[in-house]
Nanobody
Framework: VQLQASGGGLVQAGGSLRLSCAASGRTFSNYGMGWFRQAPGKEREFVAGISRSGGTTLYADSAKGRFTISRDNAKNTVNLQMNSLKPEDTAVYYC???????????????????WGQGTQVTVSS
């Protein structure tokens, strides 16, 4: 399984970005997916997750109301629409495949087994 994240960039505060993660392999639709981020000097943290069917989503408090995670199982992609961006959203964003195949969404790194390479998001004030 390979995950390729894209869509990062530089945006002003209040702006929007849409991150995408393309997955290889035939089992994409069997697993939940998630987005994490890591800011300089900080630990990687959970941002949002989505179940394999897309019917269940979970957001970190920092993302609620501003970010939307979605997936397209026909295209093997998972997306993160980020609106109303703040300087504190600046980080490298990673997509990851969850180890679970049900509707449970994990929020810890150890609950994810495959990771993309990360895409940089920089929000200027």
């Amino acid at each position: 399984v390979q995950l390729q994240a894209s869509g990062g960039g530089l945006v002003q505060a209040g702006g929007s970005l849409r991150l995408s993660c393309a997955a290889s392999g035939r089992t994409f639709s069997n697993y939940g997916m998630g987005w994490f981020r890591q800011a300089p000097g900080k630990e990687r943290e959970f941002v949002a997750g989505i179940s394999r069917s897309g019917g269940t989503t979970l957001y970190a408090d920092s993302a609620k109301g501003r970010f939307t995670i979605s997936r397209d199982n026909a295209k093997n992609t998972v997306n993160l629409q980020m609106n109303s961006l703040k300087p504190e959203d600046t980080a490298v964003y990673y997509c990851a495949r969850q180890i679970y195949t049900g509707n449970y969404i994990g929020t810890r790194e150890r609950e994810y087994d495959y990771w993309g390479q990360g895409t940089q998001v920089t929000v200027s004030s």
